[in-house]
């Protein structure tokens, strides 16, 4: 069997500063900051490695990657690690590629390596890192997979040990096992806990005989180097250091008592509510086109919270753009189209009936497209869940155009010769910074936008809705999923008026185990349900909670009634996470934390001594309730 490993070199994100950016070309210094292999590619190098040994016979590696020459060094120490070779797609007629064209250019250089190492047989497997540590759009490998006409088998974290071995991967909403029947597939890796090392040996050959294979543009068959080729469906406008604006309390608390009262007092508060423009609900589309589509994704019987937040934002857009607008579902029963109408729904197209297993979201994403390609609409918004982002990464392949991921922002603004330019605004660089990003003229836009960033409002006034039910038709083959076991409540941001919230000065697990886990199971008598334990990304990274729990930019967006973080530093990332929380509660050793001043409240003080007495007094009023 033979694996082709998606690699990419990044630019190490904790050593970026105010002197590492060029804002005028809106672009990072990176020649001034220490690259690295992306961590989640890695991670990924070590699951092929594992299931290139579940396959009978010879296995090779072949580690793919596309940047810059200088990219080689890293390359060449992949071959240490256990790669049969690497291949580096660098050629300056390349740079400045979005994911549109990144994926493209990669598949090529795929179809290239499948000539090459099966002769074109479909004997191969694509493993990549579910994203990139500068980017972390999770774009690429889905629109490689829809370029390549492949299944996809996202975020996997585990091997089975049947045969053929089965792939261990989190689902929307259950750990899912894959039996590797399809082949070739590709497969993303989220989470895989054994590390590679090199063999010293190794390294010392691939030093000696630079083996890494550089391809250029008429390698691939794009024409000579110098013909400048842009594949581009996206351009950077601007760049800007992301500055957290919320305004808090900052009330220092110097006891316990004054912690508990704080939090009773915060929970018994109704909840915040950010009006948005009201006025342009009642405002009548200008025409009869539908240009502003969503795709709404539902979870049984209801939409998510996310897709009902971005129909509210969406309809703010269709008015401002004049049009109207449509909102794609699969599966939705009646009363969940009457919800749509409710929301300013102008039309709802429901496909049915709804499919499963592996090509799920290969075969709505065709479907879609279908339905798309025929009306053309102007903007085409999806909410930010696994699901979305792989159906909105196909989908923008299939119609060649931009997409821009996990979006805070969406604004139409008037942009040089074009009136009604949709700005899609993002965090990138592990939310070092912000970047406001167009689609080039004449290309659909389109754009992922994160749950808990726009609130969900229903319009004053209701509009005539029309509905089209569309049967979708499937041509291909049933790939059937396993689900293992649910994912415990995941959905916590959605769910959950009360989040705990740790950091990486929570020491370990036996901490987490002795201090947090009772101190939420104490809270149960003030919230009615034992509140969640989320975290930050030195967290996650810490084993302290799992990747779906992460909280931030680059993990989910919350806006609970109360937040409380517990030996959280507060990184401008985390905060821009946490900022529609109405109430912000630290608890944290170091008083020169930036969580303390975006806290409403904050402690300073060791947290092994502060959460005991609370479990206590929360304990003794669970006491008194049952007495």
Not at 11 to 25: A, G, H, R
Not at 361 to 386: G, H, W, Y
Not at 614 to 623: E, G, M, Q, S, V
Request: glycine share 8%; aromatic share 8%.
């Amino acid at each position: 069997m033979n694996f082709i490993l998606l690699v990419k070199e990044v630019p190490d994100i904790s050593f970026i500063n105010e002197l590492s950016w060029d804002y005028k070309k809106g672009v990072l210094k990176r020649g001034k900051i220490p690259s690295c292999i992306n961590p989640s590619d890695l991670k990924a190098l070590g699951f092929a490695k594992e299931l290139s040994s579940r396959f009978p016979g010879k296995s090779a590696i072949t580690a793919l990657s596309m940047g810059p020459e200088s990219g080689r060094v890293s390359l060449s120490r992949l071959i240490g690690m256990g790669c049969s070779r690497s291949v580096l797609i660098s050629d300056p007629d390349f740079s400045g590629s979005d994911t549109y064209a990144t994926s493209y250019i990669l598949s090529e250089g795929i179809r290239k390596l499948r000539k090459d190492i099966s002769g074109g047989k479909p004997e191969y497997i694509i493993i990549s890192g579910v994203n990139s540590t500068d980017g972390d759009t999770e774009q690429v490998p889905p629109q490689v997979a829809q370029f390549l006409d492949l299944p996809l088998i996202p975020c996997a974290s585990g091997i089975t040990q049947d045969n053929p071995p089965g792939i261990l991967s989190l689902g929307s909403s259950a750990l899912n096992i894959t039996p590797l029947l399809g082949i070739p597939c590709m497969i993303t890796v989220s989470d895989y806990p054994y590390k590679v090392y090199p063999s010293f040996i190794k390294l010392r050959k691939s030093e000696k005989t630079d083996p890494v294979i550089i391809w250029n543009s008429d390698s691939l068959g794009f024409g000579k180097k110098g013909n400048r080729i842009n594949l581009s469906k996206t351009k950077v406008i601007r760049i800007y250091r992301n500055e957290n604006e919320t305004r808090r309390k900052q009330i220092e608390l110097s006891s316990a008592d004054e912690i508990k009262n704080i939090i009773n007092q915060e929970y018994r508060n109704e909840k915040k509510t950010v009006d948005l423009n009201m006025d342009c609900f009642l405002s009548e589309p200008s025409d009869g086109k539908n240009s502003v589509w969503v795709y709404a994704e539902k979870r049984d019987d209801s939409f998510l919270l996310s897709s009902r937040q971005l129909i509210s934002k969406s309809k703010v857009l269709a008015s401002e753009t004049g049009t109207g607008l449509t909102v794609v579902c699969c599966g939705a029963s009646e009363d969940m189209i009457e919800y749509l109408k409710s929301a300013g729904s102008d039309r709802v197209i429901n496909l049915y009936p709804e499919p499963s297993g592996l090509n799920r979201d290969r075969i709505l994403s065709k479907t879609i497209f279908e339905i798309a390609v025929k009306q053309m609409p102007e903007i085409f918004l999806f909410p930010s869940t696994p699901s979305g982002r792989i159906i909105a990464s196909r989908v923008a392949c299939l119609l060649k155009a931009g997409l821009t991921a996990d979006c805070t922002s969406l604004s139409v603004v008037k942009y040089k010769e074009r009136e009604k330019v949709l700005v899609q605004t993002r965090p990138a660089l592990g939310g070092n910074i912000m970047a406001d990003i167009i689609t080039r003229k004449g290309f659909l836009q389109m754009a992922t936008v994160r749950g808990g960033v726009f609130p969900e409002k229903l319009p004053l006034k209701p509009v005539k809705s029309s509905v089209d039910h569309y049967r979708i038709r499937c041509d291909y083959p049933d790939l059937p999923v396993i689900k293992d076991s649910l994912i415990p409540d995941e959905l916590f941001a959605e769910k959950s008026e009360l989040i705990i919230s740790i950091g990486g000065g929570i020491s370990s697990l036996k901490d987490l185990e002795k201090y947090i886990s009772p101190f939420a199971y104490s809270l149960k008598t003030l919230t009615g349900f034992i509140p969640p334990v989320a975290g930050s990304r030195k967290a996650v990274e810490k084993g302290l909670v799992g990747r779906t729990f992460q909280v931030g930019q680059t993990g989910k967006t919350v806006s609970p009634k109360i937040y409380i973080a517990i030996g959280i530093s507060g990184a401008v990332q985390h905060l821009e996470g946490i900022k529609g929380s109405d109430i912000i509660i630290s608890v944290n050793n170091d008083p020169g934390a930036p969580i303390i001043g975006s806290s409403d409240y904050y402690y300073t003080g060791d947290y092994k001594k502060i959460i005991p007495v609370l479990i206590t007094l929360f304990d003794k009023k669970r006491n008194e309730a049952y007495a």
